[in-house]
């Protein structure tokens, strides 16, 4: 079946510029990661989504940072006012909330580059 | 809140070898999970360890959930080319969080 996807898979901005990064995450999952990762580096936490209830915002590291979940399917992390730093790939995953084991599938990632 | 710390953030090996990189929580799981991220790839989920005490082998690679369950290890035994990637563990409360990965290089 379909995995976790993400668009768009390269982005290229100027720094100040705001993007939009979008993901699909599978069918069904109600639950929903952002991380960053940049290069060589580990992953960070950004925000994670919940079926419907309020989403732990804990991981943002500005308020230039912001996310949505429509629908509780597809989300869209934007970032405003670009800055270089932001330069890294974005990766969204999914998961379900029960069962036995709960796996993150991961997407293919957003490279992010801020010129 | 909760905090995932791995050691080491580099393992280089010479292929053959044996290695174990470990995760350590601050605070207690429900459950940890491995991941492996090879270069220029996203991860994948590796294996689940719910059980105090569990341990689970997967070919050449053994995982143990500590008793306390407030830590974990990988053991690679023979290691491979194959092998090369990043190693994530990732520990559950009410979310999942990730440890910064041990990368692993092998000397062929």
């Known amino acids: 079946g379909a995995g976790v996807s993400q668009s768009p898979s390269n982005k290229v901005t100027e720094k100040g510029k705001d993007v939009e990064l979008r993901c699909d995450p599978i069918s069904g999952h109600t639950a929903l990661y952002w991380y960053r990762q940049s290069l060589g580096q580990g992953l960070e936490f950004l925000i994670y989504?919940?079926?419907?209830?309020?989403?732990?915002k804990s991981g943002l590291p500005s308020d230039r940072f912001s996310a949505e979940r429509t629908g509780g399917s597809v989300s869209t992390l934007t970032i405003q006012r670009t800055q270089q730093e932001d330069s890294a790939v974005y990766l969204c995953?999914?998961?379900?909330?029960?069962?036995?084991?709960?796996?993150?599938?991961f997407g293919p990632g957003t490279r992010l580059t801020v010129t | 809140g909760q905090q995932v710390m791995q050691i080491p953030q580099y393992q280089h090996v010479q292929e053959g070898e044996d290695f174990t990189t470990y995760c350590n929580s601050s605070t207690t799981l429900s459950n940890i999970q491995w991941y492996k991220q090879r270069p220029g790839g996203h991860p994948v989920f590796l294996i689940q360890?719910?059980?105090?005490?569990e341990v689970k082998k997967q070919k050449r690679l053994t995982f143990q959930f500590g008793e306390a369950k407030k830590n974990s290890s990988l053991h690679i035994t023979a290691t491979q080319t194959t092998d090369v990637g990043t190693y994530f563990c990732a520990g559950h409360d009410y979310k999942l969080s990730f440890g910064a990965g041990t990368t692993v290089t092998v000397r062929a």
């Open positions: 995953a999914s998961s379900t909330s029960s069962g036995t084991t709960i796996e993150q599938y």
């Open positions: 360890l719910v059980k105090s005490g």
């Open positions: 989504f919940q079926g419907n209830s309020a989403p732990d």
